[in-house]
């Protein structure tokens, strides 16, 4: 088991207890059922950010806290260096580094974003989360599917759009895709 993704899932769990929450209202939030919720809790079951995004504004606890355990502290500015960026494997197939986590009180929440490439007969996972979302191809070709319409972007090209509506991606020519993502 991924130790990042079962600390993910213990924070998850001393959340609800401090707070006094079910793990009913809690996946009732994810939109999920209660024992693929308490699989994410136990580092069992895929963790998306989208969902501990929704998590940490209900709560109104800071999304790097639910990630890494860690305060933001800078509120002036905060650098991340090429490759440095705190960094969650949610599955097997995504890694997302943020780009912000030590920037106390951020409007938005910018991560690269590794897509390795899957069988495209695999099933695409598809999540949503409130807000907005901007996505900009750094390396490969992203396939991303928004409610039913989906899209081809190639290196350099970007789209924006309400991240309340079912998406999901795919990295394209058996090749790893690279995007910046920001959640707004």
Known sequence: MDEAIKQIGERLKGLRDVLEISAEDVAQLCETDVETYLKMENGEG????????????????????????????????????????????????????????????????????????????????????????????????????IGKKTLVLNEGDSVYFDASQPHGMRALNNKTVKFLAIIF
Do not use: C, W
């Not at 599955?91 to 409007?107: E, N």
């Open 46 to 145: 895929e963790l998306s950010v989208s969902n501990l995004q929704k998590i940490s504004k209900k709560y109104d606890i800071a999304l790097d806290v639910l990630l890494f355990g860690e305060e933001p502290h800078m509120s002036t500015y905060y650098l991340t260096r090429k490759g440095k960026g705190m960094s969650v494997e949610r599955i097997k197939a995504y890694q997302y580094q943020s780009l912000a986590s030590g920037f106390r009180g951020r409007k938005a929440d910018p991560f690269m974003v590794t897509v390795e490439p899957k069988p495209e007969t695999e099933e695409l996972h598809k999540n949503s989360h409130q807000g907005q979302e901007f996505d900009m191809v750094t390396e490969g070709t992203l396939e991303l599917t």
